[in-house]
């Protein structure tokens, strides 16, 4: 049985070439944009729109980021953020869920 730092290990390492391929097709897809603000990002952070829970190395949930941007989103009120309503356009196209999600966040 595998402990704890074991997995945890090899979850991070997996995560880390999850990334780089992320960050490999932006490139040849020609899409390189912070999903935070839209701007060309040319060395990204990686955030989890689904968090690091269970969807930790599920691919389709992490984008690529401005480090300041998403410092910002985690340390700041969103909505006081200037690029806060095209990220809600994108992550409504990713996910109504999340869309949702945010929303009522905004709204509590």
């Known amino acids: 049985m595998k402990s704890k730092s074991e997995r945890r290990k090899r979850e991070e390492k997996e995560y880390k070439r999850i990334c780089r391929e992320i960050d490999q097709e932006a490139i040849e897809s020609g899409d390189t944009r912070c999903f935070f603000c839209g701007v060309k990002v040319k060395n990204a952070d990686h955030h989890h729109l689904h968090g ?54 905004l709204e509590k």
Do not use: M, N
């Open 52 to 105: 690091r829970g269970e969807h930790y190395l599920y691919k389709w949930w992490i984008v690529r980021a401005h480090r300041t941007c998403h410092r910002s989103y985690h340390d700041q009120p969103v909505a006081s953020l200037p690029w806060f309503d095209d990220f809600l356009k994108r992550l409504k196209q990713k996910s109504i869920l999340l869309f949702e999600r945010e929303i009522w966040k």
